[in-house]
């Protein structure tokens, strides 16, 4: 378990509505990260297979949920929460719950997979680790489940309009990994699923589930497709060459958006 310090919700932490999809993710992340280094007992830094290579334990699928009633609001004091709910290696699912008053304000789940490069300066060559982590596996069973999700989202059709495109930037998309960072592949999603329904009313993310199938390189174009039926949204992300990079299955209700 890996409680956080309190915030007080402000510019960093907030959308236009409540807690930032953004931010939350980073930080879950972050925390399970955390927790992954309390496992190992080994900070993130010092991660490496029995070949010495650097391996990083990469997002591979992830869930969020969001209180679009009961919002967070500016000023209000929260904390995050991250505990590994099960681990089947290299695989480790974790959530995260963001709670204030006393109230939960959003929960985020994210599996996790410890990779490492094949090809040196390459985001398009990983692959899995499994000699290193020596934790005793729990709940395999939540794994389980996810990743047969996961395999069948890989090919899953989809019929959606191309909504956007984005240009990929390393010093703006990539983390210290130098992976372009799961939470921008949401960012996108999201920009996308924006930019789809704008001149409408505004719709919102209560409940978003991921699933990711490759990483990009500086200079890539992600071409952001989305579908819409009533409040069930789905946005595929793909490469100049087709490629699934990314498949999101969100539900986005009707949100009112207070006045400024």
Known sequence: MTPETPWQAGLPHLDIHTLSEDWALAQALHQTWQALAQSLNLPAALWRDSDGKRMYAAVTALTTSFDLENVLAEDAVFTAETALMAIR???????????????????????????????????????????????????????????????????????????????????????????????????????AEWCANRGQPTRLNAERRCFYFANVDDGDVIHARVARLGDATTTVLEDARGQRLMLSQATTPLVDIASR
């Open 89 to 191: 290696k290299p695989h480790a699912l974790s959530e995260t719950r963001f709670v204030s008053g006393g109230q939960t304000r959003a929960t985020l789940r994210l599996l996790t997979t410890f990779v490492r490069r094949d090809l040196a300066g390459s985001n398009k060559k990983l692959s899995k680790v499994r000699d290193v982590w020596q934790a005793q596996d729990h709940a395999p069973h939540l794994i389980d489940d996810l990743l047969d999700q996961h395999h069948h989202a890989k090919t899953m059709p989809v019929e959606a309009a191309l909504a956007m495109r984005h240009e990929v930037v390393q010093i703006r998309d990539f983390n210290v990994a130098g992976l372009f960072y799961f939470k921008n592949f949401v960012a996108v999603a999201k920009a």
